[in-house]
């Protein structure tokens, strides 16, 4: 027969009954126990002083407390069977099973494959009494602080969706909030653990409280916590970056502490099996839809067995008025990344390429992009910023790129052809024949092997030779060098002076019908 306890009621009851003159079986028929139960409780009354007939005064607290003793002394000190025996003989063999972590129900069998017979129960009992298996030890527990100040959020699997048209089945986590005070839990499914999931479920559930609280802890979930450590624990630099801007402080719990976030510790199980078990959700949508009604309706409507209220109305009349400003937009999230700079002065970000100067090709950069920009930090120092292009694209700044090399990258066509007018009008003339055409670009060679020439010959025998070129309408590069190469041409010598020689046969002047007017007396003579 199992052994039923007897109240401190039940006992005065018994030994009221008795000073009244009752008998022992009326009053076991009357009470519900039994006989023996009856003797032995006034049996251990009279031993105490107690007399029949005495007034009901005499059953002081003292003496009702020392009758159970009495009694119930004896029940528990009754002598042990020949299980507990044995178990005491395996104590030693036990006690270092349980030592190495070696589960209790495994013991057993070790027990029984050396013959030794126990019962499960038997040897629970005796590891529980005589080893202090299972306990641990005394707990303080901490005060729930001010209200509106703390939100505890754990993770876990709690879903899975039906399958999709290719007949296959996701499996959804969610980011599961609840206020250290009001206890008001927010739900929020996602399909991976990651510091975007985290800040979006953030700022849902801001939305969903109507605040933001000032404090949120989480575990060490990679998400959000880069290296955990109790004392300066390293977080994300993403989430940091939203903590910040949104005005609320991380603080995490220990590695393998659950005790510090213990208002949320054992909320995995109960979202899974109340608010998704036996649902049918087709989309992670639905599943969000379903976790805010059961938030709302369901669990928030529902009265808490720690704090005897509703969840719902608790955050509303409590924590709600304290809460810091609901955000006016959505968070624009970040994306971090350790891009290298190549030798081309391009850095990857996000499957887009982005010009960086020359002096940082080869570091190793941090860059920061959003929906419109895109930051490059070199040891903590913003050393970039670039609009954000979609994947595939390019961001180019001219001024990254060496200036001599920059019009040729950039297919300058404008800034060759100033060059070229640099070194003379027909050098110019014909850089721009040179470029003439509806691919210019493809042309661009030439026009610097033009301007290499100018610098070996020299401006004024490249524009000689360029307007010689142009007016045979002879546009080659080639060519041209070869013109060049040859010798300048020299200046022809003047034709020699004409001597008209002395006539042989002149005349002398008497035989003209007028005289001459010189009056030279050497006229008259003729010629020998």
Not at 49 to 73: I, W
Not at 124 to 146: K, M, W
Not at 256 to 284: N, P
Not at 323 to 336: H, N, Q, R, T, V
Request: proline share 7%.
């Amino acid at each position: 027969m199992a052994y039923r306890e007897v109240t401190m009621i039940e006992t005065k009851e018994v030994l009221r009954q008795w000073l009244a003159g009752v008998p022992k079986k009326r009053i076991a028929s009357l009470l519900g126990t039994d006989p023996k139960t009856v003797r032995r409780y006034v049996k251990a009354a009279k031993t105490l002083g107690l007399v029949a007939g005495q007034s009901v005064e005499a059953l002081t607290d003292d003496l009702l407390g020392k009758v159970a003793v009495a009694v119930r002394g004896g029940v528990n000190d009754r002598e042990h069977g020949a299980a507990w025996a044995r178990c005491e003989e395996q104590k030693e063999f036990i006690e270092k099973g349980l030592a190495n972590k070696v589960r209790l129900s495994k013991i057993r069998r070790l027990l029984q494959r050396h013959g030794v017979q126990v019962p499960y129960s038997t040897l629970y009992r005796f590891a529980v009494e005589e080893l202090d298996f299972g306990r641990s030890a005394a707990t303080v527990p901490v005060i729930d602080g001010d209200p509106g100040q703390e939100l505890q959020v754990d993770t876990g699997w709690v879903l899975q969706l039906l399958p999709d048209e290719n007949g296959h089945r996701r499996r959804l986590k969610a980011w599961i909030f609840t206020p250290v005070v009001s206890r008001y839990r927010f739900v929020y499914p996602c399909l991976k653990e990651t510091t975007a999931s985290a800040i979006e479920a953030c700022e849902a559930a801001w939305e969903f409280y109507g605040g933001i609280f000032r404090v949120l802890i989480p575990d060490n979930t990679k998400a959000i916590i880069h290296q955990a450590d109790p004392l300066d624990p390293k977080i994300v630099l993403g989430f940091l970056e939203y903590a910040q801007a949104r005005g609320f402080h991380v603080d995490p719990t220990r590695v393998r502490h659950a005790k510090d976030k213990a208002r949320v510790e054992r909320s995995v199980r109960d979202v899974r099996d109340d608010c998704f078990g036996g649902e049918h959700l087709g989309t992670i949508e639905d599943a969000r839809l379903r976790a805010v009604f059961w938030c709302q309706s369901e669990y928030g409507m529902r009265r808490h067995s720690s704090t005897w209220r509703m969840p719902r109305e608790h955050f509303d009349s409590d924590e709600k008025p304290r809460l810091l400003p609901a955000p006016a937009a959505l968070y624009d999230i970040p994306k971090w990344s350790d891009p290298k700079v190549g030798r081309d002065h391009f850095a990857q970000v996000d499957c887009a390429l982005y010009t960086l100067p020359t002096e940082l090709i080869g570091k190793r950069l941090r860059a920061r992009s959003d929906k419109y920009l895109v930051r490059f930090y070199f040891k903590g120092v913003l050393v970039k910023t670039h609009s954000r292009v979609e994947r595939g694209h390019k961001s180019i700044d001219p001024m990254d790129f060496p200036a001599e090399k920059t019009p040729y990258a950039m297919r300058d066509i404008d800034y060759l052809e100033a060059q070229a007018y640099l070194h003379g009008n027909a050098v110019g003339k014909y850089a721009h024949q040179l470029l003439a055409g509806p691919l210019p670009w493809t042309k661009m060679r030439r026009v610097r092997a033009l301007l290499r020439l100018a610098e070996k010959f020299g401006d004024e025998r490249v524009s000689q030779v360029c307007q010689l070129a142009l007016q045979a309408d002879m546009i080659d590069v080639r060519r041209l060098e070869r013109m060049l190469q040859l010798p300048p041409p020299t200046d022809p010598e003047p034709p020699p002076a004409k001597i008209i020689p002395l006539g042989r046969y002149l005349r002398p002047p008497r035989q003209y019908a007028l005289p001459f007017a010189s009056k030279s007396k050497d006229i008259d003579k003729e010629p020998s």
